[in-house]
């Protein structure tokens, strides 16, 4: 049976989330505001396609995908700098390749305990979330 990350997941904490948005280019007044944010996940899984819904009350960001088929996608609202990606299982991780104008761009999902982690990378920065279940 695969990992099910199926759920609605709040965050809890949020490392590095301002090196990350330097590394995106997103201007101070916006990091000043998203910096403080506690979005929530809300993560369909069915087979192999996803839905992933981070919402904020400032903004949303909503991701489908099927694993191993590469798509086009817009970061509409964040750096808006298209990118091709690509999401895969590596063991019981679920690994995205963002390729496109910026380097070693990506996120990885996993789950610890009842905890789902989220590691989002862009050129040398890394930022690690974790998220409880609401
Ligand atoms: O998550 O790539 O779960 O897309 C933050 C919204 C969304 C707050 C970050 C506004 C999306 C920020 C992170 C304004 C700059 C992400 C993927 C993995 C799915």
Redesign the pocket.
Known sequence: MPVDFSGTWNLVSNDNFEGY?VALG?DFA?RKI?KM?K?Q?VIKQDGDSFH?H?T?T????S?QFKIGEEFEEDNK??DNRKCKSLVTWENDKLV?VQSGEKKNRG?T?WLEGDDLH?E?RCENQVCKQVFKRA
Request: hydrophobic share 50%; with cysteine; glycine share 4%.
């Open positions: 948005m997103i916006t998203a944010l979005p996940k992933i981070t904020s400032f903004r949303d960001y991701l609202g964040l995205c996120w999902h989220l989002l």
